[in-house]
């Protein structure tokens, strides 16, 4: 099974900022198979980024992804009021799917 | 637009049996994946398992012995099945639909049900 970490556990900026966040696989993720959730407090998950790199529908262009391998990062690239929330990453390999810890970002 | 609702049980006794059925409206359930995730309070997602819409079937190794997914396409429903559950299987459980080439994201979300295992 491939096990996904997230860093850092909690991220403390103010609106504004640039957020950057990491997302380490325990062996090589195709690009294909990585994406990005964001999780606000009582909702559901909801995709922001598939194929490591593409946004879902509606997501607006200060979110980006990249990486390929076992590195993949998430960056907002200035933070709305919004965004503050949790992140998951998320990967598809050998018909499991299997979710990072998470990454709070929190205002500061 | 598609939505999915999941409902069920709210509590169930340890040893017993978790049932919950997740209804997609707003589109057909046909030629689709639909998994099932689920988040204990506090923490992170699970994924439990995916049903396609023939019936065939793909459950996490960890919860394997005890899962049993079905699709029933007359009614546009998704069923959950856990078996034996314990106080550690007490989470919010989403179902979700599935997305891409090879179905390897989830692009829409139910809200979640919540479902606590005491006696």
């Known amino acids: 099974e491939i096990v996904l970490t997230q860093s850092p556990g909690t991220l403390s900026l103010s609106p504004g900022e640039r957020a950057t966040l990491s997302c380490r696989a325990s062996?090589?993720?195709?690009?294909?198979?990585l994406a990005w959730y964001q999780q606000k407090p009582g909702q559901a998950p909801s995709l922001l980024i598939y194929?490591?790199?593409n946004r879902a529908t509606g997501i607006p262009d200060r979110f980006s992804g990249s990486g390929s391998g076992t590195d993949f990062t998430l960056t907002i690239s200035g933070l709305e009021p919004e965004d503050f929330a949790v992140y998951y990453c998320?990967?598809?390999?050998?018909?499991?799917?299997?979710f990072g810890p998470g990454t709070k970002v929190e205002i500061k | 637009q598609v939505q999915l609702q999941e409902s069920g049980p709210g509590l169930v006794k340890p040893s017993e049996t978790l049932s919950l059925t997740c209804t997609v409206s707003?589109?057909?359930?046909?030629?689709?994946?639909w998994s099932w995730i689920r988040q204990p309070p506090g923490k992170g997602l699970e994924w439990i398992g995916y049903?396609?819409?023939?019936?065939?079937?793909s459950y996490n190794p960890s919860l394997k012995s005890r899962v049993t997914m079905s699709v029933d396409t007359s009614k546009n429903q998704l069923s959950l099945n856990l078996s034996s559950v314990t106080a550690a299987d007490t989470a919010m459980y989403y179902c979700?639909?599935?997305?891409?080439?090879?179905?390897?994201?989830?692009?829409?979300w139910g809200r979640g049900t919540l479902v606590t295992v005491s006696s």
């Open positions: 979700a639909r599935h997305r891409g080439n090879l179905r390897e994201y989830f692009d829409l």
């Open positions: 707003g589109g057909s359930i046909s030629s689709l994946y």
């Open positions: 049903v396609f819409s023939s019936g065939r079937t």
């Open positions: 062996q090589s993720v195709s690009s294909t198979n």
């Open positions: 194929g490591a790199s």
């Open positions: 998320q990967q598809y390999g050998s018909s499991r799917f299997t």
